[in-house]
């Protein structure tokens, strides 16, 4: 029997003995917050990095949709086919780079039915776009596509020119 109340005698809990009435005595204290930091440290950066790639595609979707149908307005403002084809790659070109991307990434097709100056035509402007890995193009020599995005526009010759 303890002599006070505030004296306990030692007991023993799977092969350890603790004095002060925890069970492990008081051994691992404060590991809890650096285990928690490592973790949580641990299983952000790849959450990070998947906004910020998810972010990447979402914004290439935008440059593709917008350089497709300023491709598609462009082209059928020219009268000839190879004013009208380095016009629309042009602005292919400038919609892409406003939205940060690489000019080179993007690649352009046009489509027309029946013929490309006739009125009334149906002119078809295709865009792809190879989206890059986030943080990884910074690095020389590395090129990892994180997707190819790809839009079309269409747009109808007017009858006047």
Known sequence: MPSSPDEHPPRSVGGLTATDGSAT?????????????FLAVLLMVPVVYLILTVGQVQ?????????????????????????????AEHAVRL??????FDP???TLSISCDPGCSTAGAIVRARVQLRVE??????????????????????QKVGRFK
Do not use: C, W
């Not at 914004?59 to 350089?67: E, M, N």
């Not at 193009?137 to 190819?148: I, Q, S």
């Open 25 to 37: 005595g008081g051994s691992e204290e404060g590991s809890a917050i650096v285990e928690f930091i």
């Open 104 to 106: 080179e990434a993007a």
């Open 59 to 87: 914004g290439g979707a935008y440059a593709a949709v917008g350089a497709a149908d300023q491709a598609a307005k462009v082209f059928v403002l020219h009268r000839d086919l190879p004013s009208a084809q380095q016009a």
């Open 133 to 154: 890995l986030p943080v990884v193009g910074a690095v020389p020599g590395v090129n990892l596509t994180a997707a190819t995005v790809e839009s079309s526009a269409m």
């Open 95 to 100: 919609a892409v780079q406003d939205m940060g």
